[in-house]
């Protein structure tokens, strides 16, 4: 009986924990070229209000997800004039560009709230595999956008870790100079990668309301755009451990669901609110440990983060 | 691509971007006006994208906010908060400590506010007591809200933007443990309300005497708020303390070089930044709502980051920024759809931080 709830609990994690997972890999790739976009959040709502429009509108959800993509790079490519180009400060930029985001998708999406139905991604059981016991639940009967998220995880790493571009992108990141004397073009990869974070915070936003929940409600991220920004911090920029972060974050969120059944719940309903803090207190103890890591193995942020590259000007 | 990125073409050497050494002075008057009215420009762009008409949602709000006695008394109530969380952050910002946990440090103030008036202190306290405790408890409670993420910064570097942000998230659900569970009103989000000697005092209750401010509701938080601002802006002026933040905020190592406490000063200023947030919230629990509500404050303590850095985090400036977002808020209220108030906020604070950098540039012929 537990081991059907366990099952139960991590199979919806991975589902709900996908929306997560595309936004801080995306801003895994924003972070390490230097471009701190905290704009998140902002993306991922107007990408899951586009997203659910284009495919109620169209009745074609896959326009959905590619809609939600460009909306999220487009938002992107603001903030890479404002801080590449402008070389405004980052945490404002991605301040205001939450704020746009937020106020944005409520104005836009104010007709599709009272929508209860739209087309959804499907759902796609894996011949075979998903008759595994154990495994095949959690993993292999899930939404598409499931799977390609499965795909990203080790796409990103290796890109990243294996490939020259990748190489290209941890040296803009750790020393743009000594890029640029290579002859990487740091401004172009910037607004490249900074585009990339963006299409990946669109697709997560996607994965909420044409998968994960499917439907639009205003601010309807509550705080997971935040969540992906402080777990690639937890990750340490690395793509794999933002995955496993991101899959235990959607169990935690899912969990005060299934715990809200208990008999001392169920006696005392506002207790349940404690439940709804524990994604926000996990994030904060996951950047602790974090932090605590990095300190321990001086192994932290990209060293050029949240700094302009100026041509003329000496240091990194 | 590569163009647009590098806005000194090397090729063509004759003109120059660059960094403008001085800025001068009707320059940094006029510009957060020009950016104003830049940010209102760009949002009418926008609004007409929305199918509304830009000048009659302009001209609406304005009347809304400023055009009548209670439309100024309205936008005052929405300026009380405003001005004391953005001041709040503004002390944090001044150290580039990015507290953006105004909103919950201020549901953590009004909480604490809303034990002494309904639940720690007896029910006849006299008003000046009770009043001076729940600002009191306001203020102790949004100063340990921002202390967690201060000690975590100063004690073990934990990025304070996150921290704080999720801190917001956790306040808001304790909040609703509170009004939904013990404090609850028959269930409702809502406690009872507070005896009339925990209300701060409004233009409206003086009508008895002076009949032209009857259905004002202007309270007395704005004094506090603005005596606050003004004693904010002479600490800045003319103590070492004051100048000790900013140093800090300017250059850390340099800081520490010249002998001054970084960790101490990090959890200091986190503290005090949520204490000014926590008094926001009493003066909005006892000025306004009097009582502790779901949902009570419509992201007071976002909207004062926004104040903040378009004051350029200076105190008498917050005041007359806050005074211009709380007609926002004032105007927005009234319009449909719901959320172009913020919408608007996200567009001034873009082209604020965009155009900031552009006006601080010129071109030069090399």
Same mark, same amino acid.
């Given at each position: 009986m537990e081991w059907v709830l366990l099952v139960n609990l991590l199979a919806s994690g991975v589902r709900s924990g996908t929306a997560i997972l595309f936004a801080s890999i995306g801003e895994i790739f924003a972070e390490r070229s230097g471009v701190l976009n905290l704009g998140v959040e902002g993306m991922m709502l107007m990408g899951a209000m586009t997203a659910f429009g284009v495919a109620h509108n169209t009745g074609n959800p896959w326009l959905g997800l590619l809609a939600a993509a460009g909306v999220g790079t487009v938002l992107a490519l603001l903030h890479a004039f404002v801080t590449v180009t402008l070389r405004a400060d980052q945490v404002v930029s991605g301040l205001a560009l939450t704020f746009v985001g937020s106020g944005l998708s409520a104005v836009l999406g104010a007709p599709l709230v009272e929508i209860r139905q739209a087309p959804r991604l499907p759902t796609y059981p894996i011949p075979l595999l998903a008759d595994l016991p154990v495994l095949g639940p959690i993993l292999?009967?899930?939404?598409?956008i499931v799977y390609l998220g499965f795909l990203l995880i080790p796409a990103a790493w290796f890109y990243i870790y294996r490939t020259r571009p990748g190489l290209e992108l941890r040296a803009v990141g750790e020393y743009p100079a000594a890029a640029d004397v290579q002859g990487i073009n740091v401004f172009a990869l910037r607004y490249a990668y900074v585009m990339v974070g963006g299409f990946l915070a669109g697709v997560g936003g996607a994965a909420l309301s044409?998968?994960?929940?499917?439907l639009w409600i205003e601010g309807m991220t509550s705080g997971q755009g935040w969540i992906a920004v402080g777990l690639v911090i937890f990750a340490r920029w690395n793509p794999v451990q933002a995955a496993v972060g991101s899959y235990l974050f959607g169990a935690i969120r899912r969990l005060p669901l299934d715990l809200q059944t208990l008999p001392l719940f169920l006696r005392n309903p506002a207790w349940g609110y404690f439940l709804n803090m524990l994604p926000y207190l996990f994030t904060v103890i996951v950047l602790v440990i974090g932090s605590r890591e990095a300190m321990r193995r001086r192994a932290g942020a990209p060293a050029a983060l949240g700094l302009p590259y100026v041509r003329e000007e000496r240091g990194a | 691509m590569s163009a647009v990125a590098t806005p000194r073409a090397t090729k063509s050497e004759r003109w120059r971007i660059e960094r403008a050494p001085t800025q001068p002075l009707w320059l940094t008057i006029l510009s957060p006006v020009i950016l104003v009215a830049l940010a209102l420009i760009v949002g009418a762009g926008l609004l007409s994208l929305t199918g509304s008409d830009p000048w009659l949602v302009y001209r609406r709000m304005a009347q809304l906010a400023f055009g009548s006695a209670y439309g100024w008394s309205d936008t005052t109530v929405k300026a009380t908060p405003l001005i004391l969380a953005g001041l709040g952050v503004s002390i944090a910002f001044r150290m580039r400590l990015w507290n953006i946990g105004a909103e919950g440090q201020l549901f953590l103030g009004a909480f604490m506010a809303t034990g002494v008036a309904l639940h720690w202190l007896p029910r006849d306290t006299p008003q000046p007591l009770m009043l001076l405790a729940m600002a009191a408890a306001g203020f102790v409670g949004g100063a340990l809200w921002g202390l967690i993420p201060g000690l975590l910064k100063a004690k073990l570097n934990v990025n304070e933007i996150i921290t704080t942000l999720m801190l917001n998230y956790v306040a808001i659900q304790w909040n609703n443990f509170f009004v939904y569970? %013990?404090?609850s009103e028959r269930g409702f989000g809502l406690s009872p309300q507070f005896p009339r000697n925990a209300w701060l005092p409004r233009l409206t209750d003086f009508a008895a005497d002076f009949p032209f401010l009857r259905g004002l509701t202007a309270h007395f938080g704005i004094l506090i708020a603005v005596a606050l601002a003004v004693v904010l802006w002479v600490v800045w002026r003319s103590t070492r303390w004051g100048f000790e933040v900013s140093v800090v905020g300017d250059n850390p190592r340099a800081a520490r070089y010249a002998g001054i406490n970084l960790t101490r000063n990090i959890i200091l200023v986190m503290a005090l930044s949520g204490g000014l947030a926590g008094l926001a919230g009493m003066s909005e629990v006892s000025g306004v709502v009097h009582r502790l509500q779901?949902?009570?404050? %419509?992201g007071y303590g976002f909207t004062a980051i926004i104040v903040a850095w378009l004051a350029k985090l200076n105190p008498l400036a917050i005041i007359l920024v806050s005074y211009l977002f709380a007609g926002l808020l004032v105007g927005g209220d009234a319009i449909q759809p719901a959320g172009i108030a913020q919408l608007l906020q996200g567009v001034i604070l873009f082209v604020v931080v965009s155009g900031d950098m552009i006006l601080r540039y010129r071109v030069r012929r090399v």
């Amino acid at each position: 009986m537990e081991w059907v709830l366990l099952v139960n609990l991590l199979a919806s994690g991975v589902r709900s924990g996908t929306a997560i997972l595309f936004a801080s890999i995306g801003e895994i790739f924003a972070e390490r070229s230097g471009v701190l976009n905290l704009g998140v959040e902002g993306m991922m709502l107007m990408g899951a209000m586009t997203a659910f429009g284009v495919a109620h509108n169209t009745g074609n959800p896959w326009l959905g997800l590619l809609a939600a993509a460009g909306v999220g790079t487009v938002l992107a490519l603001l903030h890479a004039f404002v801080t590449v180009t402008l070389r405004a400060d980052q945490v404002v930029s991605g301040l205001a560009l939450t704020f746009v985001g937020s106020g944005l998708s409520a104005v836009l999406g104010a007709p599709l709230v009272e929508i209860r139905q739209a087309p959804r991604l499907p759902t796609y059981p894996i011949p075979l595999l998903a008759d595994l016991p154990v495994l095949g639940p959690i993993l292999f009967n899930h939404n598409v956008i499931v799977y390609l998220g499965f795909l990203l995880i080790p796409a990103a790493w290796f890109y990243i870790y294996r490939t020259r571009p990748g190489l290209e992108l941890r040296a803009v990141g750790e020393y743009p100079a000594a890029a640029d004397v290579q002859g990487i073009n740091v401004f172009a990869l910037r607004y490249a990668y900074v585009m990339v974070g963006g299409f990946l915070a669109g697709v997560g936003g996607a994965a909420l309301s044409l998968a994960i929940t499917p439907l639009w409600i205003e601010g309807m991220t509550s705080g997971q755009g935040w969540i992906a920004v402080g777990l690639v911090i937890f990750a340490r920029w690395n793509p794999v451990q933002a995955a496993v972060g991101s899959y235990l974050f959607g169990a935690i969120r899912r969990l005060p669901l299934d715990l809200q059944t208990l008999p001392l719940f169920l006696r005392n309903p506002a207790w349940g609110y404690f439940l709804n803090m524990l994604p926000y207190l996990f994030t904060v103890i996951v950047l602790v440990i974090g932090s605590r890591e990095a300190m321990r193995r001086r192994a932290g942020a990209p060293a050029a983060l949240g700094l302009p590259y100026v041509r003329e000007e000496r240091g990194a | 691509m590569s163009a647009v990125a590098t806005p000194r073409a090397t090729k063509s050497e004759r003109w120059r971007i660059e960094r403008a050494p001085t800025q001068p002075l009707w320059l940094t008057i006029l510009s957060p006006v020009i950016l104003v009215a830049l940010a209102l420009i760009v949002g009418a762009g926008l609004l007409s994208l929305t199918g509304s008409d830009p000048w009659l949602v302009y001209r609406r709000m304005a009347q809304l906010a400023f055009g009548s006695a209670y439309g100024w008394s309205d936008t005052t109530v929405k300026a009380t908060p405003l001005i004391l969380a953005g001041l709040g952050v503004s002390i944090a910002f001044r150290m580039r400590l990015w507290n953006i946990g105004a909103e919950g440090q201020l549901f953590l103030g009004a909480f604490m506010a809303t034990g002494v008036a309904l639940h720690w202190l007896p029910r006849d306290t006299p008003q000046p007591l009770m009043l001076l405790a729940m600002a009191a408890a306001g203020f102790v409670g949004g100063a340990l809200w921002g202390l967690i993420p201060g000690l975590l910064k100063a004690k073990l570097n934990v990025n304070e933007i996150i921290t704080t942000l999720m801190l917001n998230y956790v306040a808001i659900q304790w909040n609703n443990f509170f009004v939904y569970g %013990p404090w609850s009103e028959r269930g409702f989000g809502l406690s009872p309300q507070f005896p009339r000697n925990a209300w701060l005092p409004r233009l409206t209750d003086f009508a008895a005497d002076f009949p032209f401010l009857r259905g004002l509701t202007a309270h007395f938080g704005i004094l506090i708020a603005v005596a606050l601002a003004v004693v904010l802006w002479v600490v800045w002026r003319s103590t070492r303390w004051g100048f000790e933040v900013s140093v800090v905020g300017d250059n850390p190592r340099a800081a520490r070089y010249a002998g001054i406490n970084l960790t101490r000063n990090i959890i200091l200023v986190m503290a005090l930044s949520g204490g000014l947030a926590g008094l926001a919230g009493m003066s909005e629990v006892s000025g306004v709502v009097h009582r502790l509500q779901e949902r009570f404050s %419509p992201g007071y303590g976002f909207t004062a980051i926004i104040v903040a850095w378009l004051a350029k985090l200076n105190p008498l400036a917050i005041i007359l920024v806050s005074y211009l977002f709380a007609g926002l808020l004032v105007g927005g209220d009234a319009i449909q759809p719901a959320g172009i108030a913020q919408l608007l906020q996200g567009v001034i604070l873009f082209v604020v931080v965009s155009g900031d950098m552009i006006l601080r540039y010129r071109v030069r012929r090399v």
